[in-house]
């Protein structure tokens, strides 16, 4: 089936830092992908959508100034975390469009952020 | 703004009993709904969806409701298995392709 790989599963930064998180769909190209967070015991937030060769779209409230998205091939998007601060600490978790089906989103298995 | 509702953040079912999980939405113009399911600290898997246009979908033990006209949709799992312990969640798609997600329900299976 449908694989999307995302790493690390788990960083540790200090706050000021900046973190990249990777997304790969691994067996089918993806020219849309989307980027989650989940606080503790809460619903996964979408943060935004990232297309193949174009500016990703942001949903409201989420600054695109502190989380850059890239999508620079079909198979690849990246999740970088600027400046992070410890309110940034969260579960983040991107998705791929295709794959299992035209409609069904594969989820990567998550990147944990801890900024101390 | 929550589009998407799961008021029941946990429950409990005996093992081989029916397992029934609700979600409710508000966006009118989600055309596909699909149900995921979590571990901690994985991402979610696809379990089940429903296009807008049916009311049903079954595969195997699991089963997914649309009730269009009151913005309603639920998951049934029978037997529920011990197995089947985790998180729940719905999803609902817009025309945009954008997929928005309740904030789950904690199945617990007791054998």
């Known amino acids: 089936g449908a694989v999307v790989s995302q790493h690390p599963s788990w960083v540790i930064c200090k706050s000021g830092t900046s973190v990249k998180i990777e997304c790969r769909s691994l067996?089918?190209?993806?020219?849309?992908m989307f980027w989650y967070r989940q606080f503790p015991k809460q619903s996964l937030m979408l943060m935004a959508t990232s297309n193949e060769g174009s500016k990703a779209t942001y949903e409201q409230g989420v600054e695109k100034d502190k989380f850059l998205i890239n999508h620079a091939s079909l198979t690849l998007s990246t999740l970088t975390v600027t400046s992070a601060h410890p309110e940034d600490s969260s579960f983040y978790i991107c998705?791929?469009?295709?794959?299992?089906?035209?409609?069904?989103?594969?989820f990567g298995a998550g990147s944990r952020l801890t900024v101390l | 703004d929550q589009q998407v509702k799961q008021n029941s953040p946990s429950l409990s079912v005996q093992e081989g009993r029916i397992s029934i999980l609700n979600c409710d939405y508000t966006n009118s113009m989600f055309d596909y709904f699909l149900w995921y399911k979590k571990y901690p600290a994985e991402g979610p898997t696809f379990l089940i969806s429903i296009s807008s246009i049916k009311d049903k979908n079954e595969d195997g033990r699991f089963t997914v409701f649309l009730n269009k006209s009151a913005k309603h949709l639920s998951l049934h799992i029978v037997p529920s298995q011990p197995g089947d312990s985790a998180v729940y969640f719905c999803a609902g798609r817009n025309t945009g392709n954008q997929f928005y997600f309740g904030t789950g329900t904690s199945l617990t299976v007791i054998p």
């Open positions: 998705s791929a469009l295709g794959g299992s089906g035209a409609n069904v989103l594969t």
């Open positions: 067996d089918f190209q993806a020219t849309t």
